[in-house]
């Protein structure tokens, strides 16, 4: 890519992240955007990494950090006061760009008041309505000026409903070494060299642990008395998580044996042989890894009953890697179908799966990953700064 252009006109920029996924993306898409708007200021919704690259966080991004309906009711208050607040605030001193990252149920309703405003607005990070709700489209089409999605083929569907939108590669893709060096990753988190680890994410929010955890204890646990010499690892992103974790297990399964790592999930799962986690952005990371895994995922009942009743998923899949291969790559253990039976059985089917098919699903791995290595936080950026100065123009002519 060439030389960034820079403009260093004082500009501010509008960013919400609703949770850690987001809250790395726009660390990213920030410290890329300074090289273009080096005197740019940065306020919104944000985690520790965005604000660590100097974004003031008005709310705490917690606020957005939830999943289902049913989760999302008890919040729901302080959720429209927030979101009023920030489009009230936004309207009275117009940032020169807002920026939405992904939380699409609280960002689209602010970027389309705001583009109806006359302000410059965009989305990163598609919401999956290819996969389901499609209807959602409805409420994009007149209410952003761009949509910057990290998968080529949302374009597609975005140009067919009259959205503009450009594909810009996913940055984790561009992080994630082609080679993963596992030996390496063992002996930074002084783990076993030799020997076979599991490596076991449930997740990284509460709701995630408390539907997913019991089940994962057990089945971990039966997979410990069938391999006694393999060594269960779990990551978690903070000490409050871990121990909620281990609270369920010690009520489950006292016995299991469990090596618990402060953070450093990529790490972690480079370090495995195999992976039992929560369908999530994590699938991703164990695809761009490399490595073989079984995804789960649980809703709360009332959140599973109108998916089903109003058939709202549209996709043959539920992760990533899936959908991105139009293929049955990862297992998937979705709502009932998640039990600690299930859960041995998808784990050792894998692991005694045949060399050949084990290097077919690898090498469809590589095919995705190189397909979204597109140095994405620097093409996200350069496609906003098109988008600002173009806009930017047009209210001067």
Request: charged share 20%; with cysteine; aromatic share 8%.
């Amino acid at each position: 890519m060439s030389k960034p252009a820079i403009n260093s006109s004082p500009l501010t920029i509008a960013i919400i992240a609703g949770e850690i996924s987001g809250d790395l993306l726009g660390a990213r898409l920030i410290q890329s955007l300074k090289k273009h708007y080096p005197n740019a200021t940065f306020e919104g919704i944000a985690g520790d990494e965005m604000q660590q690259a100097g974004c003031q966080s008005l709310y705490p991004m917690e606020l957005l950090s939830i999943m289902g309906y049913a989760e999302v009711l008890s919040r729901l208050p302080k959720l429209l006061k927030t979101r009023k607040a920030l489009i009230q605030r936004w309207k009275a001193n117009p940032p020169d760009l807002m920026i939405g990252i992904d939380a699409p149920d609280f960002n689209l309703k602010i970027e389309k008041t705001l583009y109806h405003a006359g302000i410059t607005t965009a989305h990163y990070v598609s919401p999956s309505i290819w996969a389901w709700k499609e209807g959602r489209v409805k409420k994009m089409q007149g209410a952003m000026d761009l949509m910057l999605t990290l998968f080529p083929f949302e374009v597609d569907f975005y140009k067919k409903h009259n959205v503009p939108a450009e594909f810009v590669g996913h940055p984790l893709a561009d992080e994630i070494p082609l080679e993963p060096n596992q030996l390496a990753a063992r002996q930074k988190l002084s783990l076993q060299e030799q020997g076979f680890i599991l490596a076991v994410l449930p997740g990284s929010r509460q709701g995630e642990i408390n539907k997913l955890a019991p089940d994962f204890i057990k089945g971990a646990n039966l997979l410990q008395k069938k391999h006694p010499d393999w060594q269960f690892v779990v990551p978690m992103v903070n000490k409050k998580l871990e121990q909620q974790f281990d609270e369920i297990k010690q009520s489950i399964a006292p016995e299991l044996v469990i090596t618990y790592i402060n953070g450093q999930s990529r790490v972690v799962m480079e370090a495995a042989d195999q992976i039992l986690m929560a369908s999530g952005t994590a699938v991703l990371e164990g695809m761009l890894l490399g490595r073989p895994m079984v995804a789960a995922y649980r809703v709360a009942p009332f959140t599973a009953h109108i998916i089903r009743f109003f058939k709202l998923i549209k996709s043959k899949y539920f992760t990533l890697p899936n959908n991105l291969a139009d293929d049955y790559l990862v297992p998937e253990l979705i709502q009932e179908e998640l039990s600690p039976e299930n859960i041995v059985l998808e784990v050792e089917k894998q692991l005694h799966q045949s060399a050949e098919a084990r290097e077919e699903i690898l090498t469809r791995f590589k095919e995705i990953h190189l397909q979204l290595k597109q140095n994405a936080s620097e093409r996200a950026a350069l496609a906003l700064y098109n988008l600002i100065e173009r806009n930017r123009g047009n209210n001067n002519a």
